[in-house]
């Protein structure tokens, strides 16, 4: 009886004992760091093992291969015996065992007490010397499978009351939670170290205010940018200070705007260095509620934004520039875009005579210097060509040539055309306009038909020649040019002068090179050339293959006195290339002259008679059409729109 007492207050001290271990073992993994776990775990089944007079205890852990293997994570295990494998697969060697795993049994086995069906499982605890066993599957909170833990031993047989297994499923229970919390602390500091790699890689610092009290919590890479102390702590204020004062109360305003709001924050401010340098930053931010009573928190991540400003600057200078050049190719390209500018130098002058050659020489001689070029000639001479071609000799052939067409410019108009306007400089000016001699600046203006220009211009234009300078319209501010004027003129500007139609001083300052373009009559020689090239450009135009000018038409054109020179000529040929549909020139009608040259039964007339009698005599010839490529306006080169302003002028109407 005695001996019986003395048994039963063994095993209720060995009880005790146990249900302390358990206790302390509990009360170790609260709040246990996660690199401590493992050590915990292995230590805890050594003391299980030590108090129960177990052989061995083993986790095995679901492996992240494919297919899964069950690892050997902690082990607790004599020396003697077979060395345990680093994984196995459990469906392989346990098949029995595995099975009630899976569905979540705890198993109290006997090696000897085995089913048949379990022969597999027998055969591979024999190989491992194992007599008994409890294993226990682990999961947490009811989830899936994640491994097993067993108590064995190795020598004898030992039976495993249903306390001691429940007891054993707390302790089973307890590591697999350890580890639950071990796996998401690891992989959460792993996303926190992917985050801080991908954070310090992009120049971004990360932070956390908590609203109430201000308290910052900071990356390494935030001290960085901000140049805080390393280890100090840190406070609203701190960031507050670094801002630059012109930035710091506008970011206060956002930042607490944020935080009351719980809008996002995203702001680029300056914060001033110790050095003084500015350093150009963005903070983006986000109001955080934590749970269990904490504080609520603004969380975000700063990043220097300076050489992104400095891009952005030097962009916006571009930019400028660009939108400047872009202005002045504009108003160059407004006046440029519809002339033909495919005849340039003297190499596409036809003729080879003695007073074409003449014309060449003095506008070789002239072409290098800036002086003043007054052409003189006959209209269809060619003043436009002459002017093209000294100016792509000169020194500013890549700078524009600017062409007005003075006798084309309704007079209200010809001062805001030549020196631009302000807006609103008079009604319809809804916008400003560089004017040409501004557009032509370090070019060449070319002003024909200077004759036609207003008396009341001619003294502003007159500055212009002598000092460069000008008003826009409705402006007062002077307007400096450098600008070579080459003029021309079918008018005798001397008479004009005479006249008082033209000033004195104005003729002399344009008169510094005159040039006299010879009358196609006058230089009868260089038809047959101008007729065989004026056929050539319009038939390769046309796609049509002309060879010959036949012997008569080219007697006809030689006896003929030319009125219009060559322009008449280049539209008779254009005319006779139209209707040629063999490889002999064939022309169209005959060639009449308006007004004989040399006829003196006749009255001169003054030139808006003789305008009015030319256009009138196109009309006629094209049917009273003014568009298209045979059209009144295409043979005069005149605009369509300008031509009807003249044909208005003229008083030109036509016959019903």
Not at 59 to 73: D, G, I, N, V, Y
Not at 147 to 157: K, P
Request: proline share 5%; with cysteine.
């Amino acid at each position: 009886m005695a001996q019986s007492e003395t048994d039963l207050r063994q095993e209720l001290e060995a009880r005790l004992q146990f249900e302390t271990l358990l206790s302390e073992i509990s009360t170790r993994f609260i709040n246990l760091p996660a690199e401590e776990i493992d050590g915990e775990i292995e230590d805890a089944q050594r003391r299980i093992c030590e108090c129960l007079g177990l052989d061995l205890s083993a986790l095995w852990q679901w492996s992240a291969e494919t297919p899964p293997l069950l690892a050997l994570t902690h082990l607790h295990s004599p020396p003697e015996g077979p060395t345990r494998p680093d994984r196995i697969d459990a469906q392989e060697v346990f098949p029995w065992q595995f099975q009630r795993m899976l569905r979540g049994e705890t198993l109290a086995i006997s090696s000897q007490d085995l089913p048949p069906e379990a022969a597999r499982d027998q055969e591979t605890r024999s190989h491992y010397g194992v007599k008994s066993s409890v294993v226990i599957p682990l999961s947490t909170g009811g989830g899936p499978f994640i491994g097993v833990l067993t108590f064995d031993t190795l020598h004898a047989e030992r039976d495993w009351p249903e306390p001691l297994v429940k007891q054993l499923n707390l302790v089973a229970q307890v590591f697999a939670n350890a580890l639950s919390r071990k796996c998401a602390d690891l992989e959460l500091r792993e996303k926190e170290a992917r985050l801080r790699l991908t954070m310090d890689a992009a120049g971004a610092g990360l932070w956390s205010m908590e609203i109430d009290t201000g308290r910052v919590w900071v990356t390494p890479k935030t001290r960085e940018l901000f140049h805080f102390v390393a280890d100090e702590a840190l406070t609203y204020d701190h960031f507050l200070e670094a801002i630059h004062p012109a930035d710091r109360e506008a970011v206060d305003r956002a930042v607490q705007h944020a935080a009351q709001s719980g809008e996002d924050l995203r702001y680029e401010y300056r914060i001033l260095l110790p050095d003084q340098t500015i350093r150009w930053m963005v903070s983006s931010g986000q109001r955080y509620r934590r749970s269990a009573g904490g504080p609520d928190c603004l969380m975000g991540v700063s990043l220097d934004i300076s050489a992104l400003k400095r891009m952005e600057g030097e962009i916006q200078a571009r930019l400028k520039e660009i939108e400047g050049l872009k202005r002045r190719l504009e108003n160059e390209n407004l006046y440029l875009r519809e002339e033909l500018r495919i005849e340039q130098g003297f190499e596409k002058i036809v003729g080879v005579s003695k007073a074409l050659q003449s014309v060449i020489l003095s506008a070789r001689q002239v072409a290098s210097t800036d002086a003043t070029v007054l052409l003189q000639g006959e209209t269809g001479t060619g003043k436009g060509m002459m002017a093209n071609a000294i100016h792509q000799l000169s020194a500013r052939k890549d700078r524009p040539l600017v062409t007005v067409n003075c006798s084309a410019l309704p007079q209200n108009l010809i001062e805001s055309e030549l020196f631009g306007r302000e807006k609103g400089a008079f009604t319809g000016a809804h916008a400003r306009q560089a004017g040409r001699f501004e557009v032509a600046d370090g070019g060449t203006i070319f002003l024909d038909e200077i004759g036609e220009m207003p008396l009341e211009l001619q003294s502003k234009l007159l500055r212009v020649l002598q000092e460069g300078e000008f008003e826009r319209l409705g402006s007062a501010r002077t307007v400096t040019v450098d600008v070579r004027v080459i003029a021309a003129t079918s008018r005798d500007l001397k008479e004009e002068v005479r006249e008082r139609r033209f000033r004195k001083d104005l003729f002399y300052r344009l008169n510094v090179f005159p040039i006299s373009i010879p009358p196609l009559r006058q230089r009868t020689e260089d038809i047959p050339l101008l007729a065989q090239y004026f056929t050539e450009k319009y038939a390769r135009r046309m796609g049509k293959q002309i060879e010959s000018i036949p012997r008569a038409t080219m007697q006809t054109f030689l006896k003929y006195d030319w009125p219009g020179n060559v322009r008449e000529l280049e539209h008779v040929i254009e005319r006779g290339v139209i209707i040629t549909s063999g490889r002999s020139f064939a022309m169209a009608g005959r060639l009449s002259s308006a007004v004989p040259i040399d006829s003196r039964d006749e009255p001169l007339k003054d030139l808006a008679a003789a305008e009015r009698e030319h256009i009138l005599r196109v009309l006629h010839e094209t049917g009273w059409r003014i568009e298209g490529m045979s059209g009144a306006a295409a043979i005069l080169k005149l605009h369509p729109s300008t031509l009807r302003f003249r044909i208005k002028k003229l008083g030109i109407r036509r016959p019903e």
